[in-house]
């Protein structure tokens, strides 16, 4: 407190306590003085973001801009040792993490006052430095506002008037740090940390660069350079001993260069308060695990189908990837509507029709001009829904799981259009046979959508213990056995198709739709290989499924179940409605009843001795099958968590331990099913 200061303070802290006790739990007060805003400012959310470290400095001191703190000689421009190089470079990256985590610019990257003019500096290594994490932050934030798939809490695009020095051309900045690792490399003391950071620069640079301009023939040179830069990444180390206390206790630190209340007048009123930079060894990680990321997107060109781009973005996006690699895969794969990787979409997914089930709805059907409007009309249609869902996948999980019900709803209207194509089609054949080549194309992509939607409410933790009856009961009576069917009629079509084409070949008869086929042969070789893993996969999930309904009804049955004790809000009806009203919008299929569900748990839930036999041969079961399944990825986590469920499930029926002891955990590793453990 100021000594100047003549106002009279008053402890009211008895007062206060007392009077806050009768506010009941949630409660707030609110009058004239003191309103939401304020209130909202005064509690502390326990979140990372919202409560971004903040300190109270109650000696308030001269805020130095960088001008200011080098005329004082507080902070080093020249002669500036390798080592503290190395130091200020690697928490200038740390600040980056900070950044991508969704916080702001001017409390991470520019709280280094060297960021602010690096025409200042007079160390050529060191402004090189500076300038090339300019550039890069400024890649970065190019790469996720061109995107366009980050919400609020992943990043903040405001750059406050920032400046990342853009007149320097990229070949120039490139230049730049090749000169100043010649430098640094023909000194008589080289440092090598210091030389592998430049390397790191000036290579991740060249990468960022190489992605921004879309060519392929650039992307597809980069495994080698990321290989290279992960191979450097390894070699950092930490340069303890330099300590960063400073700024962890008093929010400054001019021997690096970082001041949090630089910027703090552009932040909106509130208590001073600055953000706990990120470890040095979470900085490593991230960066590596990005160039990881990398690794995967460089791949998109490797293979380009329909079912491969869907699968490629899924797998980046059910990594938790970062928003900057999610973003990136999104730009490369962004272009004009209709165009994807060079390829039109149209033709993708003409190609994986044909490829999934049959070329018949491309074949001699298409020389009726009815029919041929028809089927074009699909394609044309059918753009939106996959674009749609290649978009959704570069979303946060949050957010992912809101797009795949719109995407759901796009392709039930889509579903509508292929059951009409497959009318005109079947009206042409001679065939008196009727299959839905479109329209079970277009289901099982639809039930894939649905199951991964279902699936995420258990990584996104938004079922409760005895919500996990009805999600696993819809699951193992409904959207496993439609996927698995799918799949099934899907591969036996297509396996007919080639056996018949085959025929044909061994003939000697030389059509020109057998000669087009041998465009496709490679392509289906590989999808029925596939095919059959994934067949495998899903008998695996449908195993687990039912292992996880059987175990829960026999626990209804002893009451283990936690249950909701006000009546008032103990609808059961109602939640299970609204847990599947975003996915049950096909015409084509009865949605999920309620009353089903009763009539299908009342019968069995008494059969408590049976229900824990049915689920313990279950999880062996799956277990069992996904041991088979090696080239299926996290096959080896699921056989792991089916083995811990069945020992657990096992003690259960033995009535070696009581189910009263029993709990759901949630594992990263098995992100989408709960792992059963005893308290």
């Known amino acids: 407190m100021d000594d100047t200061d003549s106002s009279t303070w008053v402890d009211i802290s008895e007062e206060f306590l007392a009077a806050s006790s009768h506010l009941k739990l949630g409660e707030l007060i609110h009058c004239e003085t003191f309103g939401l805003y304020d209130a909202m400012s005064a509690i502390e959310l326990m979140d990372e973001k919202m409560d971004v470290g903040m300190s109270l400095h109650a000696n308030p001191r001269e805020i130095l801009n960088f001008s200011d703190a080098v005329e004082r000689g507080l902070i080093l421009v020249e002669n500036i040792p390798p080592d503290l190089q190395v130091a200020i470079f690697d928490k200038i990256l740390c600040s980056v993490v900070n950044w991508m985590d969704g916080q702001t610019l001017a409390q991470t990257l520019f709280s280094c006052l060297y960021l602010h003019n690096p025409g200042l500096v007079k160390d050529t290594t060191f402004k090189a430095m500076c300038f090339g994490l300019l550039r890069m932050a400024e890649l970065m934030r190019y790469f996720i506002i061109e995107a366009r798939v980050f919400e609020e809490e992943d990043f903040q695009q405001m750059c406050f008037n920032f400046s990342f020095h853009s007149a320097i051309t990229d070949k120039s900045l490139l230049s730049i740090l090749k000169e100043a690792i010649d430098i640094s490399t023909r000194a008589v003391k080289n440092n090598m940390q210091c030389i592998l950071r430049l390397q790191f620069l000036h290579q991740i640079l060249s990468i960022l660069l190489a992605l921004k301009s879309k060519q392929e023939i650039e992307i597809r040179r980069l495994p080698q350079s990321i290989e290279k830069i992960l191979y450097k990444l390894v070699k950092f180390e930490e340069q303890s001993q330099y300590s960063f206390e400073d700024f962890k206790t008093k929010g400054f630190c001019y021997q690096f260069g970082f001041d949090t209340l630089i910027n703090q007048r552009l932040l909106p009123p509130s208590f001073p308060e600055y953000n706990i930079l990120y470890t040095w060894k979470t900085m490593i990680t991230f960066f590596q695990r990005f ?258 309904y059987r175990l829960l009804l026999a626990l209804k049955h002893t009451n283990t179940i936690p249950r909701i004790t006000q009546e008032i809000f103990n609808n059961e009806e109602l939640r299970f409605n609204r847990r599947f009203e975003q996915i049950g919008m096909l015409n084509s299929l009865a949605p999920a009843r309620y009353d089903a569900y009763k009539e299908a748990t009342c019968s069995a839930q008494n059969l408590e001795c049976q229900n824990f036999l049915i689920s313990l041969q279950s999880f062996q079961n799956a277990k069992c099958v996904f041991e088979r399944s090696p080239m299926i990825s996290s096959s080896e986590n699921y056989s792991n968590l089916a083995k811990t469920n069945m020992i657990v499930v096992k003690l259960l029926h033995n009535k070696l331990k009581p189910p009263s002891s029993l709990r759901f955990d949630h594992n990263p590793l098995y992100p989408h099913l709960p792992l059963v453990k005893f308290k």
């Open 291 to 548: 160039l990881e990321d990398l690794k995967i997107i460089v791949k998109v060109f490797d293979d380009v189908s329909l079912d491969s781009v869907i699968s490629l973005c899924s797998n980046l996006s059910s990594s938790n990837s970062s928003v900057l690699s999610r973003s990136m895969l999104q730009y490369v794969l962004d272009s004009p509507h209709k165009i994807l990787l060079g390829h039109d979409v149209a033709d993708l997914v003409k190609e994986s029709v044909i490829t999934t089930v049959s070329k018949v709805p491309f074949g001699d059907c298409l020389q009726d001009p009815t029919v041929c409007k028809v089927v074009d009309v699909f394609l044309q249609k059918s753009i939106n829904s996959f674009v749609h869902i290649i978009r959704a996948f570069g979303n946060n999980r949050a957010r992912l799981r809101e797009q795949l019900a719109m995407a759901h709803y796009e392709l039930a209207q889509l579903q509508m259009c292929a059951d009409a194509t497959d009318n005109a089609i079947m009206s042409y054949s001679e065939d008196s046979t009727h299959l839905s080549y479109l329209s079970s194309f277009v289901f099982l992509h639809n039930v894939r959508i649905m199951m991964n939607y279902v699936l995420m409410g258990f990584e996104l933790k938004l079922y409760s213990d005895h919500e996990y009856l009805m999600i696993f009961w819809y699951l193992s009576e409904y959207l496993i056995n439609w996927n698995l069917s799918l799949q099934r009629n899907c591969d036996e079509m297509s396996r007919s198709e080639n056996l018949e084409n085959g025929n044909h070949y061994n003939e000697g008869y030389r059509s020109s739709h057998c000669r087009k086929d041998k465009k496709f042969k490679k392509l289906r070789g590989k999808r029925e290989e596939q095919n059959q893993y994934t067949i495998v996969h899903l008998q695996g999930l449908r195993h687990m499924f039912i292992g996880y």
